[in-house]
Structure formats: C-alpha cells, structure tokens
C-alpha cells in the first residue's frame, strides 16, 4: 500500500475571537504544512459531506444535538464547553464529526486514513466540556458496531488528557474498548473510571513514556483482538505544550505515532487516527506538531511497501 488516504474541510478553521485559548486556525495551517511538504495532495484528498443528524443523535442525547445546533443551550453549557457558539461553529462541529466518519469507511478501504481534526474526546453523551461539543470518536465507534462495518472496536487515546466522554459514552457497549494514556496530574480533575486507564507521571519525557505505551499496546491489542482501531494522536503531551505537563520531543512523538500505527498494522487492523489536542500561543508551531502523525504515518506506509 502506498497511498495514505486524508480528510479535511475548509470550514475546520473559522473566525475566532483574538487570543481565545482554543487554537481554531490550527486545522488550515495543517493542512497547509502537509501541502508543502508533498504529504497531501488533491490525489489523496477526501472533503466530507454534512453529518446526518441521525447518525448524531445515535451517540448523543437529541435534546442535547438540537439545542446546540439551534443555538439554544444555556450559557453556562457554553460556557462549559468554552467556546463561543455561532452559526459558522455549527457547521464546522459538525463537518468535522462528518470528517471522522469518512476517515473511519477509508481506513476500512485502505487499511488507515487519517484525519487533519478530530479527537473531541471530553464531549459527553448529553453535554460538552473542554472545547468538545460532540464526541466524534465515540459517535463513528458507535455507528461502526451497530452498522455492523466492525465487531470489535479499540479506542488508543494518547492525548495528554483523559478520554474521559469516549470511556462514558462507549462504556455500555459491548464491542467497544477505550484505552487512554493520559497525564495523571491534568484535567479532567475527576477522573472517568470507565475503560482502560493508563496514568503516565508528569513530567515523563520520551524514553520512560514510550516505555510505558510499548508495554500496553501489544497486550492490548492481542488481549482484546480488535478489527478496528481508532487512534488519538493528541500533541499536547509535547514539552511546549500550553496545557501538558509531559514533556515529550518531536521525535518522541514521531516514534509514538509510528509505533502506534505499526503495531495495527502488523495484525492488519483497520485505523482511523485524529489528531486530538495541541495547544500553543504560535499555532503554526501547534500546527506542525500535529502533521507529525500524518509524516510519520505516510513514512511508515513508504517503508512497508519497501519491504
């Protein structure tokens, strides 16, 4: 295989408020830097349609969805979720829920697909919090087992902070398995005690957190023998990092990533990756960190048709 399939909208990045702590051009500035370096193309390009609110509303309260994109949720909802609601962010929550869904039927054509947003993991079956409106994860997790598209479903999470809305949200199903890694000193400050938790210490720098992933992930993924993987690719667990309290390099994001998707790979599991949280005053830099996992995915992809 030597084609990784990508998924991007340009309604991902909207207008936003000056210096609002979410990085919301981050998703235009990514899909810039993977142009540049020959990693997205037009071939390899895939642009996803509205969302059914249907398929929404299988995985998230409709009293919830319909408040949220009527504009009618509380102030203090807003505020919980922390960012400011318009039309435009309507559309682009949802586009990108739409997004990952996409990502997940080409990751099931080509084996991976990876998307240029998603990883809205705090999202919560009825309400949103820490800038996640809809769980996306969890919603196309939820659609691909009652679908029928997969058995068993494996959610590696390896943002810095808990997927503590995925665990609660896919908790109920049978076919869906949730692991995260996550700083133990980071939000949420009361953990999610559904799912596989795995705390790393803060502070933790490349060798002893890689560490740590190598001895879980290919237990877990012979323990529970998933035929699909959803994978988490959040940066900020990176030393710069705004709101982390890890400290891993570029390189150790890099071999994370790789190790990762290789892992699915070598079993011939189906992965659909998101780039989850990243957060920093520059959102170029923000932006760079994350086309590390689509670099270090489209290199892993040239090196195995090398073999």
Request: with cysteine.
């Amino acid at each position: 295989m030597s084609f990784l399939p990508l998924v991007y909208h340009a309604h991902y990045s909207i207008p936003f408020p000056a210096g609002h702590r979410f990085p919301m051009q981050k998703f235009a500035l990514l899909e810039e830097e993977l142009r540049r370096v020959g990693v997205l193309t037009d071939k390899n390009l895939f642009s996803p349609s509205p969302l059914s609110l249907n398929t929404l509303m299988r995985a998230h309260d409709p009293e919830y969805v319909q408040g949220f994109v009527r504009g009618n949720l509380s102030d203090k909802a807003m505020r919980k979720i922390g960012l400011p609601w318009s039309d435009w962010l309507v559309e682009r929550t949802l586009r990108a829920v739409s997004g990952t869904l996409l990502t997940v039927d080409l990751a099931l054509e080509y084996g991976i697909a990876a998307h240029l947003a998603g990883g809205t993991h705090h999202a919560h079956k009825d309400y949103g919090t820490g800038f996640c409106i809809f769980n996306d994860q969890a919603v196309a997790a939820i659609h691909l087992v009652e679908s029928g598209k997969a058995k068993k479903v494996l959610v590696l999470d390896c943002d810095v902070h808990q997927g503590d809305g995925t665990a609660a949200m896919c908790a109920s199903y049978d076919a869906i398995e949730t692991a995260s890694w996550h700083c133990e000193e980071n939000y949420p400050a009361i953990k999610q005690e559904a799912g596989i938790n795995i705390q790393i210490p803060k502070g933790a720098e490349d060798a002893e957190y890689l560490a740590i992933l190598k001895a879980d992930i290919p237990r877990l993924l012979d323990e529970i023998s998933p035929d699909f993987v959803f994978y988490d690719a959040g940066v900020d667990v990176h030393k710069d990092d705004r709101l982390g309290f890890l400290n891993l390099t570029d390189e150790g994001i890099w071999q994370r990533d790789q190790y990762v998707i290789d892992e699915c790979q070598k079993r011939n599991i189906a992965i659909a990756c998101v780039i989850g949280g990243g957060y920093d005053k520059d959102q170029t830099k923000v932006a760079w960190r994350h086309s590390i996992l689509h670099k270090a995915a489209n290199a892993l992809i040239k090196e195995n048709d090398m073999l």
